[in-house]
């Protein structure tokens, strides 16, 4: 699946960023994760994404709480 995904583009422009990328998603999600309790804070039951050139997210509202306070 890794030869099909066209995330940071393709071929000889490709995204010279790609792998910083990829390494910094793989530690900041987790991360994330590990220190935050994430909860839906919005008053509407879903987000929107609109996906042109860029998919962009709209509304998402969420409350982040430390887990070193529980
Ligand atoms: C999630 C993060 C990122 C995504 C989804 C992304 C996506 C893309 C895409 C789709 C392209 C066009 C590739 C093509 O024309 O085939 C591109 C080009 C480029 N990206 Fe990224 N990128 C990301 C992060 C970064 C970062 C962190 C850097 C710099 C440190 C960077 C630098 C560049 C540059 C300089 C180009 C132009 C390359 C060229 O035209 O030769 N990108 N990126």
Redesign the pocket.
Known sequence: MDRHLM?????S??????N??IMKMGKLVPQIIRKFEIEWASDKPEWHVETFWFAKQHGVICRLRSRDLF
Not at 13 to 18: L, S
């Open positions: 995330t940071f583009g393709h071929g422009r490709t995204c010279i960023g790609k910083i990328s």
